[in-house]
């Protein structure tokens, strides 16, 4: 079962996201970060920010993958993900451009772009530890529901549910781009490790069915019950429909009392 930790809110969520990467960090300086956009992973990104100018840790040599990117906007649009994991995670974290990579979406041969952006993971030597956000309709990565469980990094349509919920980034949905290149749900599981986060009432029925239903291609974020590495941090909100909710409460609270250090 993946680690389920309900916080107070997003910030306790990202102290405690941006703390698992640090161990990350500390133990592999070239480490490979998995890197979600949207904006759940954004007060992870401004508390890792935060520990690594207060701690000074070196973060040169450390890569990353984008998890997708949208197909047929330019990488100088404001809402490529290749602009927008600029200005959120390479310039406050302070990594080097050059080794954060985001799914060509644009331009000739744009079809091989999964296919080249799989072999690059692999050649890195895999994704230590990736960050996750969840759909309202339980996608992770830009893989829809009915994604193939096994699937590797290619291009995709996007549903009408991901359109309209990503409309408040273009304006309208009808100036969403209708697809993307992203990492496929077998890319995801062979991270190493996993910290999938989600925050408010519209995440409500999508967490829980990742989290309490079966494994289904239907649920994509149900992956995470098949990985033996996967922190899942949630906000009251977010938790509101789990099953288990308590149980996962005091499961916390009871390591915390141990006083193991
Ligand atoms: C982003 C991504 C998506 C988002 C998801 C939630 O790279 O792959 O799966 O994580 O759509 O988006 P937000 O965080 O904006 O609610």
């Given at each position: 079962m993946a680690e389920v930790i309900i916080v107070r809110d997003q910030e306790e969520a990202g102290s405690i996201a941006a703390s698992l990467v640090v161990e990350q960090l500390q133990r592999k300086p070239d480490t490979v970060l998995g890197l979600a956009t949207g904006s759940t992973p954004l007060s992870t990104y401004a508390a890792l920010a935060a520990t690594i100018r207060d701690m000074g840790l070196d973060v040169s040599q450390v890569r990353g993958f984008a998890l997708d990117e949208y197909l047929g906007v330019p990488p100088e649009h404001p809402q490529s993900y290749r602009s927008v994991i600029t200005s959120e995670v390479v310039v406050p974290l302070g990594?080097?451009?050059?080794?954060?990579?985001?799914?060509?979406?644009?331009?000739?041969?744009?079809?091989?772009?999964g296919d080249e952006y799989e072999s690059a993971i692999l050649a890195a030597g895999g994704i230590d530890i990736q960050i996750l956000g969840i759909g309202t309709n339980g996608h992770v990565g830009f893989n829809e529901p009915g994604s193939s469980l096994a699937s590797t990094t290619r291009i995709k349509a996007l549903a009408a549910q991901t359109r309209a919920d990503n409309a408040r980034f273009f304006g309208s949905p009808g100036d969403v781009p209708t697809h993307c290149v992203t990492q496929g749900l077998g890319t995801i599981q062979r991270a190493r490790q996993l910290v999938l986060l989600a925050f408010g009432p519209a995440k409500a029925s999508a967490v829980a069915a990742a989290l309490d239903g079966p494994v289904s291609a239907s649920v994509p974020g149900s992956i995470v019950q098949l990985h033996p590495r996967a922190t899942v941090i949630v906000d009251e909100e977010a938790a509101a429909l789990l099953q288990h909710a308590d149980y996962h409460r005091m499961a916390r609270a009871g390591v915390a009392g141990l006083g193991l250090g």
């Open positions: 990594l080097t451009p050059s080794l954060i990579h985001t799914p060509r979406g644009f331009g000739t041969g744009v079809q091989a772009s």
